[in-house]
Structure formats: structure tokens, C-alpha cells
Nanobody, 124 residues
């Protein structure tokens, strides 16, 4: 069992930055790949970024590539999403998720545990 709690969301102006954190419980955090997803109002939840269990393999959605950076700290059971150059279209509830797959996935069904989400609002 892995419990995930996101934090760091908020209201920011376009062009600004936010850093999301996801704290994980459990003693086997380092065995899970982690992903960030988001759901904008009226839209389906979509993949944002993922990081392998080791932290060496990263993958991003095209819409955030070059602006967002995913990282993890296995010693502290945490995963982060640094978001720069934010745009109004980034407004969404952001979720972190844990997968037993070593390298993670873009597919939501491949994730076994989900956090409750944190709201990010980008004003124009």
C-alpha cells in the first residue's frame, strides 16, 4: 500500500513557476515509478510526466516538455514537479501516481496508487 499526498498547488500568473510535491508513505517507494497527471475543467485526465523507479529515466508530454521537470528523492519518499513558464492552459488539478512498472507509463491504468490532487490555477 502506498499513500500519496500532493501539495504546492495554488494561483500563479502566466509566466510564473510552481513546484508541486508528492509525499509517499510506505517502505518500498524506491520500487515504484511515479507519474504526474492533470485534469482540466471539462476535460479528461491526461499524462504530464513520469520518472522511473531509479530516477534516471524521464518522459514528458509534448505540451510540457522544456517547461516542466520531474524529479524524485527516494531517501525522503517524495516526487516533485517543477513547473516553469506556466500558461493559462496549464490550469488543472494535478495528481501524482505510483506504478509497479519499473519505468512507468503514460497510461493511467498502469498506475496502482493515486493522490487526491492539488489545484493549479494560472491567470492570464
Amino acid at each position: 500500500q502506498v499513500l500519496l499526498v500532493e501539495s504546492g498547488g495554488g494561483l500563479v500568473q502566466a509566466g510564473g513557476s510552481l513546484r508541486l510535491s508528492c509525499a509517499a508513505s510506505g517502505r518500498t517507494f524506491e520500487n515504484y515509478s511515479m507519474g504526474w497527471f492533470r485534469q482540466a475543467p471539462g476535460k479528461e485526465r491526461e499524462f504530464v510526466a513520469r520518472i522511473s523507479a531509479s530516477g534516471f529515466n524521464l518522459y514528458y508530454a509534448n505540451s510540457v516538455k522544456g517547461r516542466f521537470t520531474i524529479s524524485r528523492d527516494n531517501a525522503n519518499n517524495a516526487v516533485y514537479l517543477q513547473m516553469n513558464s506556466l500558461k493559462p492552459e496549464d490550469t488543472a488539478v494535478f495528481y501524482c501516481a505510483a506504478s509497479k512498472l519499473r519505468f512507468g507509463s503514460r497510461t493511467q491504468s498502469e498506475y496502482d496508487y493515486w493522490g487526491q490532487g492539488t489545484q493549479v490555477t494560472v491567470s492570464s
